[in-house]
């Protein structure tokens, strides 16, 4: 995947998110350039709230989606054993191609940073 079409990776996920009806307050991110494999890996750390089938069927349709796209880790809490709304933490991996400018065989280059969506 070109590292420019994480934007719009980011972009689908957060829309397929709102169309299950789910709520991402603060999404993290982590760029990490590996010069000698000639990728970067981009981690996302996105806490969703909402129905746990509508969890599952965003996870369902970014893993059919997003070919690039792995999940790292996957957490879930809910508050009551009765309680429909699930927490979820789900920490997604893409991997894309190295930057423009960024293939230089001068160590790897490390971007960092986050991003905030409230709904």
Do not use: C, N
């Amino acid at each position: 995947m070109p590292h420019d079409d994480i934007p719009q990776m980011v972009q689908d996920l957060l829309q397929w998110a709102q169309d299950e009806g789910l709520s991402i307050e603060r999404g993290d991110y982590q760029a990490v350039a590996d010069q000698e494999g000639g990728f970067m890996r981009y981690r996302m750390s996105l806490p969703v709230r909402g129905k746990s089938m509508a969890v599952h069927r965003l996870i369902h349709k970014a893993m059919l989606e997003q070919k690039h796209l792995t999940i790292e880790s996957l957490q879930f809490k809910r508050e009551h054993v009765i309680s429909e709304t699930i927490e979820a933490r789900i920490q997604w991996v893409a991997l894309t191609q190295l930057p423009q400018g960024s293939r230089s065989k001068s160590g790897s280059r490390t971007e960092e940073g986050s991003t905030e969506r409230v709904r």
